[in-house]
């Protein structure tokens, strides 16, 4: 961090400021890929749920709802895991760390 903050700063007096500021974006980005890991592994866990229910195939109601639950679940994680990855070069980063910035003053 201190090495891309330093090549980013050019001299200037506020590099803890530029460390401070490499860390920050490093932690947005960490969370987004954290989000996205954990929702990989819930889907994952579903699928393997899913292909159990599916190769039994006992057909009782019980089993129905919860396939229809699991094909819900794979459809919200997919568009949160869509939406997280689409943040890391869209997003308010800049303004949540100005207001988060205001409100510790």
Do not use: P
Request: glycine share 4%; with cysteine.
């Amino acid at each position: 961090f201190r090495k891309k903050a330093l090549a980013e700063a050019n001299g200037s007096a506020d590099t803890e400021l530029k460390i401070m500021e490499v860390v920050l974006k490093s932690q947005y980005m960490h969370e987004r890929l954290a989000d996205v890991a954990c929702d990989l592994y819930a889907a994952s866990c579903t699928l393997s749920r899913l292909d159990h229910l599916m190769s039994a195939g006992n057909g009782h109601a019980d089993t129905q709802l919860d396939i229809q639950a699991g094909h819900y679940f794979l459809a919200l994680a997919h568009r949160r895991i869509r939406q997280t990855l689409a943040a890391l070069w869209d997003n308010d980063d800049v303004l949540t760390t100005k207001t988060a910035d205001a409100w510790l003053k």
